[in-house]
């Protein structure tokens, strides 16, 4: 398992927009597939998106299709959720999550083995 910090949550208006990062401080993440998942009260987890090394495929779940993007910067071990046009309905907690490549589902952020704190995002005028 890795260690990972969130950061870049908060309270933003309906059609703004927040970007979230993510690093580990001790760890190398080359060999991980690095993603986003969310979790609103009273709901289900949900895989928001997953990153390979160099980018190299992505996922980024339907309803997140064409307003969220994701992006990584592996020199500074870091993953960014790009979040645009944002609605009520994405208020959530927001975690990042990582699994090795040789282990990752990746369409299936929500099952990978290394979770970050979360970092709260609440959409509302």
């Known amino acids: 398992q890795v260690q990972l910090v969130e950061s870049g949550g908060g309270l933003v208006q309906p059609g703004g927009s927040l970007t979230l990062s993510c690093t580990s401080s001790g760890a190398n993440l080359d060999n991980y597939v690095l993603g986003w998942v969310r979790q609103a009260p009273g709901k289900e987890r949900e895989g928001v998106s997953c990153?390979?090394?160099?980018?190299?495929?992505?996922f980024i779940t339907p309803s997140a299709k064409g307003r969220f993007t994701t992006s990584r910067d592996d020199a500074k071990n870091t993953v960014y959720l790009q979040m645009n046009d944002l609605r009520p309905e994405d208020t959530a907690v927001y975690y990042c999550?990582?699994?090795?490549?040789?282990?990752?589902?990746?369409?299936?952020?929500?099952?990978?083995?290394?979770w970050g704190q979360g970092t709260q995002v609440t959409v509302s005028s």
């Open positions: 999550v990582a699994e090795s490549i040789l282990t990752a589902t990746m369409t299936r952020p929500d099952l990978f083995g290394s």
């Open positions: 990153i390979l090394r160099n980018g190299g495929s992505i």
